[in-house]
C-alpha cells in the first residue's frame, strides 16, 4: 500500500523489521487502487507503525481486527499491545506506550491494553 493506504501492488512475503506485515483477515478481498480501511483508521493505523519504528519497538507480529476495529502488536518480549482504530492514537495512547516504555518497561507488561480512549488497562508479568 502506499502512504495514503491505497493498494498499488501486490507484495511478496516480508520478515524482519525493516518492512511491517500487518495481518488482516481480509487481505485476500483487496482490490488494487482501492483504500484498505477508511481514512481516519489507516491514519491511526500509520501513526501507531510510525510509532513503533521511531521509538525503536521490536514487534513479532502486527494484525488488525476489522470487527473490533483494533491493532494488535506483539513485541519480541511477547508483550499485546492493543490499540483502538476509532480515535487518534497521538494525544493519548502513543504517549502512553512511550511511557510505560520507560517504566516499568514493555518486556515487564503481559499486555497493554489502550483499546477504550483516554484509558489504559494493564496486566504486569508474574
Do not use: C, W
Amino acid at each position: 500500500i502506499d502512504q495514503t493506504g491505497v493498494v498499488y501492488e501486490r507484495s511478496p512475503l516480508t520478515e524482519g523489521q525493516l518492512v511491517f506485515t500487518v495481518h488482516d483477515d481480509l487481505a485476500q478481498s483487496f482490490s488494487l487502487g482501492k483504500p484498505v480501511l477508511d481514512a481516519a483508521q489507516f491514519s491511526a493505523v500509520y501513526k501507531t507503525l510510525g510509532m513503533i519504528a521511531s521509538q525503536g519497538i521490536g514487534v513479532s507480529r502486527i494484525a488488525i481486527d476489522r470487527s473490533l476495529q483494533e491493532i494488535h502488536l506483539t513485541t519480541l518480549s511477547g508483550t499485546k499491545i492493543l490499540m483502538s482504530l476509532r480515535f487518534d492514537p497521538e494525544p493519548a495512547a502513543i504517549p502512553a506506550v512511550i511511557k510505560f516504555m520507560a517504566s516499568p518497561g514493555l518486556d515487564k507488561l503481559e499486555y497493554l491494553n489502550l483499546t477504550v480512549e483516554n484509558r489504559a488497562f494493564v496486566k504486569t508479568r508474574k
